[in-house]
């Protein structure tokens, strides 16, 4: 089904900033568990293979509509420390949100509302669930101080991913 070239366009945007968030929530786990930070290493290790599935969703959507996929994904910057890796994935988050609204507002001009059905849902994960972690992660530091924060964050150390 031949998709709408604006629509297409913009979901291969989207995609390209989901393979970012990926790649960005993978560096950022690993140095959670290089840092003995488990609890935090298999919440990242879960929010890289949640931007996994949005990617899959958008790479699926953009082949059946016949476009070409872009599997470079954008650059982006790792952080640093924990504090600055929450941050800049928090930053990542709300570029993300603003993105998949233009997207939804978009596939509603061109009467793509299956695309723009997959955006809500990604909206929703994005909103809910990833973007307001990481709030209250970021505000648990200001509340406790960096060290009593990383201390509840060693947890144990789970077998798999």
């Not at 968030?21 to 990242?44: E, N, P």
């Not at 890289?48 to 070409?68: C, N, P, S, V, Y």
């Not at 992660?137 to 060290?147: D, K, S, T, V």
């Amino acid at each position: 089904m031949k998709g709408h070239p604006e629509v297409v366009d913009y979901l291969k945007f989207l995609l390209r900033g989901e393979l970012a968030a990926r790649d960005q929530y993978f560096i950022h786990s690993r140095r959670y568990d290089d840092l003995g930070l488990h609890v935090l290493h298999q919440r990242m290790h879960h929010e890289m293979e949640e931007e996994t599935q949005h990617a899959d969703a958008l790479l699926k959507r953009i082949l059946f509509l016949e476009g070409t996929p872009d599997m470079n994904p954008d650059a982006f910057e790792p952080g640093i420390d924990v504090e600055d890796m929450l941050q800049r994935d928090l930053k990542t988050e709300y570029a993300v949100r603003a993105h998949l609204a233009e997207g939804v507002a978009l596939c509603e001009r061109h009467g793509d509302y299956v695309s723009r059905d997959m955006l809500v849902s990604q909206l929703v994960d994005t909103e809910e669930d990833h973007a307001h972690w990481l709030e209250q992660q970021l505000r648990l530091i200001r509340m406790l101080g960096l060290p009593l924060y990383l201390q509840r964050q060693m947890g144990e150390a789970k077998g798999g991913e």
